[in-house]
């Protein structure tokens, strides 16, 4: 098994729309997780950290679910600016400076 | 802005050539990576330093050398590239190494083209 892996979409959808992208991971020791969006040949940019649960920040939702290992990102209101990759990223099997990122889902929100 | 600055932004360099990527940051972080990223692929790590000192490297030909010559500054040496090295060459960093790792800075990256 992959220690990450993502749905590479591509996730079409509506301006707003809901949509959610889940991450799966192999490592039941990791205790942090992360969401990057990475914008077309930009650099990745942390959107959220999830240390517990889960967390909120407006329209952005992650969850995690420790028994299944997969943590999602739930995208509500869905706007045009959202279109992006996003980026699943654990640290590794080898410690917190290994991290290990998905291979990205990419989300295009159209009018 | 990214408060992690990345030079050049383009490097265009032959196979003979000697050049250096640099990267800067003045937020106080201890810990600063290089990374590289393939078109369409997530960025993969290449090396790794905490404290200044070079704590991973991930088998990383001896054809990029990392020099991190004090906290605020890291260094990735070229020499002898191959076409298949180009990419876009990220360094991050983050403020230190434990559990918050993963919040990662990075900077716009260079993008390199080995001819």
């Known amino acids: 098994r992959k220690e990450v892996e993502q749905d590479p979409g591509p996730f079409n959808v509506p301006e707003g729309a809901t949509v959610a992208f889940n991450c799966t991971y192999s490592?039941?020791?990791?205790?942090?997780f992360f969401w990057y969006r990475q914008d077309c040949r930009k650099e990745p940019k942390l959107l959220m950290s999830?240390?517990?649960s889960g967390n909120e920040d407006g329209r952005f939702t992650a969850q995690l679910n420790r028994a299944s290992q997969y943590i999602s990102l739930l995208i509500r209101d869905s706007k045009l600016s959202d279109s992006a990759t996003y980026l699943c990223?654990?640290?590794?099997?080898?410690?917190?400076?290994?991290?290990?990122f998905g291979t990205g889902t990419r989300l295009l929100v159209s009018p | 802005d990214t408060e992690v600055t990345q030079t050049p932004k383009h490097l265009v360099m032959g196979m003979t050539n000697k050049k250096s990527l640099k990267c800067e940051q003045h937020?106080?972080?201890?810990?600063m990576y290089w990374y590289k990223q393939k078109a369409k692929k997530p960025p993969e790590l290449m090396f790794v330093?905490?404290?200044?000192?070079?704590?991973i490297n991930e088998s990383v030909p001896s054809r990029f050398s990392p020099e991190c010559p004090n906290s605020s500054l890291l260094n990735l040496h070229l020499h002898a590239l191959q076409p298949e090295d180009s990419a876009l060459y990220l360094c991050?960093?983050?403020?230190?190494?434990?559990?918050?790792?993963?919040?990662?800075?990075f900077g716009e990256g260079s993008r390199l083209t080995v001819l």
């Open positions: 490592n039941s020791a990791s205790q942090s």
């Open positions: 937020m106080g972080h201890r810990a």
């Open positions: 990223v654990v640290p590794g099997y080898t410690g917190f400076q290994k991290l290990v």
């Open positions: 330093y905490s404290y200044e000192k070079l704590s």
């Open positions: 999830v240390y517990s």
């Open positions: 991050a960093s983050s403020p230190q190494v434990g559990v918050h790792t993963g919040e990662l800075f």
